[in-house]
Nanobody, 117 residues
Framework: QVQLVESGGGLVQAGGSLRLSCAAS????????MGWYRQAPGKQRELVAT???????NYADSVKGRFTISRDNAKNTVYLQMNILKPEDTAVYYC???????????WGQGTQVTVSS
């Protein structure tokens, strides 16, 4: 069983910063891809930033230049540094990982990020 545990969400004023963390635990051999998605009220879940299976990074256009994804492979942890936050960044942020040869997809429980204007 694989678990993704997120932390670091909260309330911040516009222009501020937050750092999210997601740690993968359980029994697995290899994380193929890992990253962050978000879902705002009334909207579909969307990609924010990910490490792809080819070790490339992929960012949503709306966060380029403001958000940075990084990882610690030894800890099976991925981070999302979010700077210059805007009210439109308000959403529940979900960690996602594709794991193993079967390419199974896992989601974290989500962490709320609220940016006040």
């Amino acid at each position: 069983q694989v678990q993704l545990v997120e932390s670091g969400g909260g309330l911040v004023q516009a222009g501020g910063s937050l750092r999210l963390s997601c740690a993968a635990s359980g029994s697995f051999f290899k994380i193929n891809a890992m990253g962050w998605y978000r879902q705002a009220p009334g909207k579909q879940r969307e990609l924010v930033a990910t490490f792809t299976s080819g070790d490339m990074t992929n960012y949503a256009d709306s966060v380029k230049g403001r958000f940075t994804i990084s990882r610690d492979n030894a800890k099976n942890t991925v981070y999302l540094q979010m700077n210059i936050l805007k009210p439109e960044d308000t959403a529940v942020y979900y960690c996602n990982a594709e794991i193993g040869a079967m390419r199974r997809n896992y989601w974290g429980q989500g962490t709320q990020v609220t940016v006040s204007s």
